[in-house]
């Protein structure tokens, strides 16, 4: 069974430019996430999708940070424009539903390194 | 803000030896779970142990749950130097699947 993908792994970018990272779940999951883990850090839950729909975003800054999961498999993840404390690992992750039990299944990662 | 809290932050080894470490948490929680994360790499899924459970095994990792304090603790026991990395603990809230980290435990195994 292939894992959750991400590209890119890595990614440096100026301040104020933006960014967007692309997670492929793993096939059948229905329950997406994305986490930034900065350096030293656990990860911190930023969205969760429900097919194509949110759950729970209270933790993405809206002002900068979007994402979308139209056809409820692929999301992208976009930070615009990008300041400095955006630098962390931008981690994705599916799992079956969303009731309570389920594993969640983590991608490797995109590295964000912001100057 | 982090749910889960590690101790200790670091932790170092030698081959054979068993490692301990210790989350402590603040709200009530459906699960606990542990994860492990190589430098670099995404997170791997380790144990979940239930809010009415006390302990659980897997292989060589032993975990306890104790509700009433709070806390929950991750034995690694005949630890191997492949078994140096990032330890995570996350508490699982019962709608939604939501996990909250703590700031994990680092450890190293000596060969």
């Known amino acids: 069974e292939a894992g959750v993908a991400q590209s890119p792994r890595y990614k440096i970018i100026e301040k104020r430019q933006s960014v967007a990272f692309w997670c492929n779940p793993i096939?059948?999951?229905?329950?997406l996430y994305w986490y930034q883990q900065i350096l030293g850090q656990g990860p911190k839950l930023l969205i969760q999708f429900q097919n194509n729909g949110v759950v729970d975003d209270s933790q993405l800054p809206k002002d900068r940070f979007s994402a979308e999961r139209l056809k409820g498999v692929d999301s992208t993840l976009k930070i615009q424009p990008a300041k400095l404390e955006d630098s962390a690992v931008y981690l994705c992750?599916?799992?079956?539903?969303?009731?309570?039990?389920?594993?969640?299944?983590f991608g490797p990662g995109t590295r964000l390194l912001v100057l | 803000s982090q749910q889960g809290e590690e101790d200790p932050q670091a932790l170092s080894i030698q081959e054979g030896e068993n490692a301990t470490m210790n989350c402590s948490y603040k709200t009530s929680i459906n699960n606990l779970q542990w994860y492990r994360q190589n430098s670099g790499r995404g997170l791997v899924h380790l144990i979940l142990i239930r809010s009415n459970e006390r302990e659980k095994h897997s292989g060589r990792l032993r975990v306890t749950l104790d509700t009433s304090k709070k806390s929950s603790s991750l034995l690694i026991t005949a630890s191997r130097a492949a078994d140096t990395a990032s330890y995570f603990c996350?508490?699982?809230?019962?709608?939604?699947?939501?996990?909250?980290f703590g700031g994990g435990t680092r450890v190293l195994v000596k060969p």
């Open positions: 096939s059948g999951h229905a329950t």
């Open positions: 992750a599916s799992s079956l539903d969303w009731n309570g039990r389920e594993t969640q299944y």
């Open positions: 996350a508490t699982g809230e019962s709608a939604g699947n939501k996990l909250t």
